[in-house]
């Protein structure tokens, strides 16, 4: 009898992630809202996008509440745009009585009386109050390539109103050319130091190739993932979904990247989103590869 | 790890000596005329300042224990960093210029004295367990800055580390937190410089324990100028010697959450 030998289609081997302890929660309390519509944003936003919603102050609560159970060591606030919230203020004078907190916005949505009152906030609160500010480019020309005429300017008149009440705001750069990183670093800092900064901060983020920026270029090829990574090359410390959950109008995420992907919602409630994460996206294989994490640190 | 189990009921700690052997001495001299019953250091010993082998050589010659440091296991192993755990490449810039001139300075002897030095260390004191570490009961050199963490993160330390008391370092700042459930939480800082306070004196904590915890820190002032001198003629980078003379951290501020930050002038 002759035997047809057929070969199980090889399938690709993803390391597992264990959520290692829940450092910081990450609350995207805008949902998709946002006041613009960046054309490499990378869970789509823009104004009315609803598919995650805003988070009501109550849901907040509740959320901040379930992981402090858990030992959380910080919140994360982002969106959409944050300040497109009308509690947003109240929302972190709220957290800010549980843990420290950093709230990622665009910057264009500051008026003085917000500012004042989170100057207020950061100066009373017994916890860290970090507010970190986006930028695409140190220029007119080139941020507003990305996030739409004007935006420039305002988030710069944000970022000075920001630091003249005080307040050390980080900004957030994300490399869009292959410049040298100590160039790069250096012309943003000159940047805000002529805009009037005294203590600059700066975070280098890499882009992703989800959402709006992967019909901008491209998504990622099938080749860039972690598929078939040795395990005695994976080191479980080095992701932050080792130490990271969000939450959404519409559940929990494993990372507040894959927030849109299929895949990415581990359950309804925290304690239901513990378990190991399959690092199956081509986002998880940016993440290993650059060792970035979207936390301050 | 061994558990000691020791009658003291007053504990003096100190942090990151950073090679500040006028600090060391001062606060040495402080600790022994205050009477404490015990005294530990949290690691560090080298770093920042001049002639890495005189702290080393005054801390061995005091028998005070210490702990093993990011620093002490990096240098005790010739490694290529200080693993400090900066992430700005200013910072880490400067890192790595103290790291260099501490590591071709220190003997043979005392790297092999660093090796050997335990992780952490355990105490039984007045019917309480108290867990000294370096950066945290988890991580060498992990940041616990008072301002970004959580009462309940620091609970599930406390717990998940069996301890009532954790002692730790690293950051360079000194802090005490009473938790809701009575434990506590004593950031000892360092004495090698100052505290971003303007102040140059440097500071430690005197831990009482007893039908309560009680935590005091002290600041101990030392004569500056010599030690900012030798800095100088051992070509120490400027800024160093800036914040010996200034108490205002002039480097390793880009880890430092706003709420430190804001507290300092650079």
Same mark, same amino acid.
Request: aromatic share 8%; with cysteine; hydrophobic share 40%.
């Given at each position: 009898?002759?035997?047809?030998?057929?070969?199980?289609?090889?399938?690709?081997? *993803?390391?597992?992630?264990?959520?290692?302890?829940?450092?910081?929660?990450?609350?995207?309390?805008?949902?998709?809202?946002?006041?613009?519509?960046?054309?490499?944003?990378?869970?789509?936003?823009?104004?009315?996008?609803?598919?995650?919603?805003?988070?009501?102050?109550?849901?907040?609560?509740?959320?901040?509440?379930?992981?402090?159970?858990?030992?959380?060591?910080?919140?994360?606030?982002?969106?959409?745009?944050?300040?497109?919230?009308?509690? !947003?203020? =109240?929302?972190?004078?709220?957290?800010?009585?549980?843990?420290?907190?950093?709230?990622?916005?665009?910057?264009?949505?500051?008026?003085?009386?917000?500012?004042? %009152?989170?100057?207020?906030?950061?100066?009373?609160?017994? *916890?860290?109050?970090?507010?970190?500010?986006?930028?695409?480019?140190?220029?007119?020309?080139?941020?507003?390539?990305?996030?739409?005429?004007?935006?420039? %300017?305002?988030?710069?008149?944000?970022?000075?109103?920001?630091? %003249?009440?005080?307040?050390?705001?980080?900004?957030?750069?994300?490399?869009?050319?292959?410049?040298?990183?100590?160039?790069?670093?250096?012309? *943003?800092?000159?940047?805000?130091?002529?805009?009037?900064?005294?203590?600059?901060?700066?975070?280098?983020?890499?882009?992703?190739?989800?959402?709006? =920026?992967?019909?901008?270029?491209?998504?990622?090829?099938?080749?860039?993932?972690?598929?078939?990574?040795?395990?005695?090359?994976?080191?479980?410390?080095?992701?932050?979904?080792?130490?990271?959950?969000?939450?959404?109008?519409?559940?929990?995420?494993?990372?507040?990247?894959?927030?849109?992907?299929?895949?990415?919602? !581990?359950? %309804?409630?925290?304690?239901?989103?513990?378990?190991?994460?399959?690092?199956?996206?081509?986002?998880?294989?940016?993440? *290993?590869?650059?060792? !970035?994490?979207?936390?301050?640190? | 790890?061994?558990?000691?189990?020791?009658?003291?009921?007053?504990?003096?700690?100190?942090?990151?000596?950073?090679?500040?052997?006028?600090?060391?001495?001062?606060?040495?001299?402080?600790?022994?005329? $205050?009477?404490?019953?015990?005294?530990?250091?949290?690691?560090?010993?080298?770093?920042?300042?001049?002639?890495?082998?005189?702290?080393?050589?005054?801390?061995?010659?005091?028998?005070?224990?210490?702990?093993?440091?990011?620093?002490?296991?990096?240098?005790?192993?010739?490694?290529?960093?200080?693993?400090?755990?900066?992430?700005?490449?200013?910072?880490?810039?400067?890192?790595?210029?103290?790291?260099?001139?501490?590591?071709?300075?220190?003997?043979?002897?005392?790297?092999?004295?660093?090796?050997?030095?335990?992780?952490?260390?355990?105490?039984?004191?007045?019917?309480?367990?108290?867990?000294?570490? @370096?950066?945290?009961?988890? $991580?060498?050199?992990?940041?616990?800055?008072?301002?970004?963490?959580?009462?309940?993160?620091?609970?599930?330390?406390?717990?998940?580390?069996?301890?009532?008391?954790?002692?730790?370092?690293?950051?360079?700042?000194?802090?005490? $937190?009473?938790?809701?459930?009575?434990? @506590?939480? +004593?950031?000892?800082?360092?004495?090698? $410089?100052?505290?971003?306070?303007?102040?140059?004196?440097?500071?430690?904590?005197?831990?009482?324990?007893?039908?309560? +915890?009680?935590?005091?820190?002290?600041?101990?002032?030392?004569? +500056?100028?010599?030690?900012?001198?030798?800095?100088?003629?051992?070509?120490?980078?400027?800024?160093? +010697?800036?914040?010996?003379?200034?108490?205002?951290?002039?480097?390793?501020?880009?880890?430092?959450?706003?709420?430190?930050?804001?507290?300092?002038?650079?």
């Amino acid at each position: 009898m002759t035997s047809l030998k057929t070969r199980a289609p090889t399938l690709p081997r *993803y390391p597992e992630q264990p959520l290692l302890h829940l450092e910081t929660l990450w609350i995207q309390v805008a949902g998709t809202v946002c006041n613009l519509r960046c054309r490499h944003c990378f869970v789509s936003c823009g104004p009315g996008d609803e598919r995650h919603a805003l988070m009501p102050r109550g849901e907040v609560r509740a959320r901040v509440g379930e992981a402090l159970s858990l030992g959380v060591k910080e919140f994360y606030f982002t969106g959409g745009e944050p300040f497109v919230h009308p509690e !947003m203020v =109240e929302i972190l004078a709220d957290t800010l009585v549980e843990g420290p907190c950093t709230v990622l916005t665009n910057g264009t949505l500051f008026k003085p009386r917000v500012v004042d %009152a989170l100057a207020h906030l950061a100066s009373e609160a017994r *916890y860290a109050l970090e507010v970190r500010v986006s930028l695409d480019g140190a220029t007119a020309a080139e941020h507003d390539t990305f996030r739409g005429e004007g935006s420039f %300017a305002r988030a710069m008149a944000g970022i000075a109103l920001l630091g %003249a009440r005080g307040l050390l705001p980080i900004v957030t750069v994300t490399p869009h050319t292959d410049e040298d990183d100590q160039a790069f670093r250096e012309r *943003y800092l000159a940047m805000l130091g002529a805009a009037g900064l005294s203590r600059p901060r700066l975070k280098v983020l890499p882009l992703f190739r989800l959402g709006r =920026e992967a019909a901008r270029t491209r998504g990622y090829h099938g080749i860039e993932t972690l598929a078939d990574l040795p395990p005695s090359a994976f080191d479980p410390a080095r992701l932050q979904c080792g130490s990271c959950r969000a939450v959404t109008s519409r559940g929990v995420f494993v990372c507040p990247l894959l927030v849109d992907e299929p895949g990415g919602r !581990m359950g %309804a409630r925290l304690d239901q989103a513990l378990g190991a994460f399959t690092l199956s996206h081509g986002a998880c294989s940016t993440c *290993y590869v650059t060792g !970035m994490t979207c936390a301050n640190g | 790890m061994r558990e000691r189990v020791t009658v003291a009921h007053r504990l003096a700690v100190f942090g990151g000596v950073y090679s500040n052997h006028a600090a060391l001495a001062a606060v040495l001299a402080d600790i022994g005329a $205050r009477g404490a019953d015990l005294a530990w250091c949290l690691g560090d010993v080298g770093g920042f300042g001049p002639h890495p082998d005189r702290s080393t050589g005054i801390l061995r010659a005091a028998g005070v224990p210490m702990l093993r440091g990011n620093y002490d296991e990096a240098i005790g192993h010739d490694r290529a960093d200080c693993r400090c755990g900066y992430s700005d490449p200013r910072d880490q810039r400067f890192a790595q210029i103290s790291y260099d001139y501490t590591v071709a300075r220190t003997s043979a002897d005392h790297k092999a004295w660093m090796r050997d030095l335990p992780e952490q260390q355990r105490l039984s004191i007045a019917g309480r367990r108290l867990l000294l570490c @370096h950066g945290s009961p988890r $991580r060498v050199n992990e940041f616990l800055w008072e301002s970004a963490c959580s009462d309940a993160f620091l609970e599930w330390l406390c717990q998940t580390h069996e301890a009532d008391v954790i002692v730790c370092g690293h950051t360079g700042l000194h802090w005490h $937190r009473t938790l809701p459930s009575g434990r @506590h939480v +004593v950031n000892a800082g360092a004495i090698g $410089r100052p505290a971003n306070d303007g102040r140059t004196g440097v500071w430690y904590a005197e831990i009482a324990l007893g039908d309560g +915890v009680d935590v005091e820190f002290r600041c101990v002032d030392y004569d +500056v100028e010599p030690l900012a001198a030798e800095m100088e003629v051992e070509g120490l980078p400027a800024e160093f +010697v800036a914040t010996i003379r200034s108490g205002w951290w002039t480097t390793c501020l880009e880890n430092l959450p706003a709420k430190e930050r804001m507290r300092g002038r650079y």
